[in-house]
């Protein structure tokens, strides 16, 4: 009986500490994906509006989340619609799967490089929605930011350029858009980046488009 007894005791222990393990791994923290028809980055600039004073436009670029990896989202299209409700203007990410996409199968594995699909857009608006007009589900789904705000970001974006750098030695290579550069460090590379594409009109800078790796070294 006494053996019966301690076999008895030694799965009980050997059950709660399972348990106990199962609740300790499952508790911790995982960094969750953004959700499906999120705006992962944005990027709001003036642009031409015709010829009527009144109007002006307004192009807003980023990306939307559209699945795990690239190869999820080849099925999606994403974009901005725009919808007024109670006189406030609002700019509403939308993800909608294609109508003649081809069946795709894709390795089910999250890349927390992927920013989604790209959208570019022109919209055109009285000045006077300007300050009444928002963009909705940035960065979160209840994520609501004013247009005027993402305005005046893009417009600061090319103020801060930092004009000294380091005279570190660690080659590296940067691109934004089509435009790369290599320098002989980070800081370089951006700053020589950065000057180039501030100096165009109606010009703002992204950092969030802003990709550097490492370049080897040259020897001459």
Do not use: W
Not at 94 to 111: G, H, M, N, R, T
Not at 180 to 193: D, M, P, Y
């Amino acid at each position: 009986m006494k053996k019966f007894s301690v076999v008895a005791a030694f799965f009980l222990f050997a059950s709660v500490s399972s348990s106990a393990f199962a609740q300790t791994e499952q508790s911790a923290p995982v960094e969750a994906p953004a959700t499906n028809a999120v705006i992962t980055s944005i990027n709001v600039t003036p642009a031409n509006g015709g010829i009527n004073p009144d109007y002006t436009g307004v192009r807003i670029k980023g990306t939307i989340k559209a699945g795990g990896n690239a190869c999820e989202a080849q099925q999606y299209n994403a974009g901005l619609r725009k919808e007024v409700l109670e006189g406030k203007t609002y700019f509403v990410p939308f993800l909608e799967q294609k109508v003649d996409a081809e069946p795709v199968f894709c390795i089910l594995s999250y890349d927390m490089n992927f920013k989604g699909i790209a959208f570019d857009q022109t919209f055109i608006l009285e000045f006077s929605v300007i300050p009444s007009a928002y963009v909705r589900g940035v960065k979160s789904e209840d994520n609501t930011v004013a247009l005027g705000d993402l305005l005046t970001a893009s417009y600061e974006s090319c103020s801060n350029i930092r004009p000294f750098c380091t005279k570190q030695m660690h080659p590296t290579t940067c691109s934004y858009g089509d435009r790369t550069v290599t320098s002989n460090n980070k800081c370089e590379a951006i700053f020589a980046l950065k000057t180039s594409v501030c100096s165009e009109e109606r010009a703002s800078f992204d950092e969030t488009e802003l990709n550097c790796e490492d370049a080897p070294f040259t020897f001459e």
